[in-house]
């Protein structure tokens, strides 16, 4: 049982550049979370997907776009790399909305922008 | 406009004596309440919840308090042991509506032997 699976592990890109990050669960959560953590900032959620279907933003969403491709995957997208998103990203999902269900999160991608 | 304080960057403690992490909300409509440890390159970890019904919740040497009054929640590890030493982040969210979990910006507890 993988849990959160997040690709790739690491990543440079130049400014201008694009990418998506990859983000797959085998728990048949129905909710599932993008959020970046920068020093002295925490965690900050950048998009969310209560449920298969739908996306809807976070705190931080300018920059990105997500795909709920179906239950299991979410993927977040970089159209045009900046300096300012290098940060480490964690992918996270949650059983089901509505009720108390904590987060489970991937081991995260280290993306650096130059 | 942070939502979710930990106003407290690192804290050192002794082996054997009380953690205690403090945590503070300004939404008044969150609901439920959780505390993650995070070690480098892993992604954070749950660790104990509570809802807004209790003001108490305990997992074995973990304990989390919430005073929906103060609008404060803090958690106690005791006693404390090196292998606890790590980042916590406290959450919080609303389970009815936006299903948002928002974080702190955690506290670095470094337990000495």
């Known amino acids: 049982n993988a849990g959160v699976t997040q690709t790739p592990k690491f990543q440079v890109l130049k400014t201008g550049q694009s990418m998506t990050l990859q983000c797959a669960q085998d728990?048949?959560?129905?909710?599932m979370y993008w959020y970046r953590q920068d020093p002295g900032m925490g965690l900050r959620l950048i998009y969310y997907?209560?449920?298969?279907?739908?996306?809807d933003k976070g705190e931080v969403p300018n920059g990105y776009n997500v795909s709920r491709l179906n239950k299991r995957e979410f993927s977040l997208r970089l159209e045009s790399a900046a300096p300012s998103q290098t940060s480490v990203y964690f992918c996270?999902?949650?059983?089901?909305?509505?009720?108390?269900?904590?987060?489970?999160f991937g081991n995260g991608t280290r993306l650096t922008v130059t | 406009d942070q939502q979710v304080k930990q106003n407290s960057p690192s804290l050192s403690v002794q082996e054997g004596r009380i953690s205690i992490l403090n945590c503070d909300y300004t939404?008044?409509?969150?609901?439920?309440f959780l505390w993650y440890k995070k070690y480098p390159a892993e992604g954070p970890t749950f660790l104990i919840s509570?809802?807004?019904?209790?003001d108490k919740n305990e997992d074995g040497r973990f304990t989390v308090f919430l005073n929906k009054s103060a609008k404060h929640l803090s958690l106690h590890i005791v006693p404390s042991q090196p292998g606890d030493s790590s980042v916590y982040f406290c959450?919080?969210?609303?389970?009815?509506?936006?299903?948002?979990?928002?974080f702190g910006t955690g506290t670095r507890l470094k337990v000495l032997a």
């Open positions: 996270a999902s949650s059983e089901r909305t509505g009720r108390n269900s904590p987060l489970h």
């Open positions: 728990m048949n959560h129905n909710s």
């Open positions: 997907s209560a449920s298969e279907g739908t996306t």
């Open positions: 939404n008044s409509m969150f609901d439920y």
């Open positions: 509570i809802s807004s019904i209790k």
């Open positions: 959450a919080a969210s609303v389970t009815s509506g936006t299903y948002k979990y928002i």
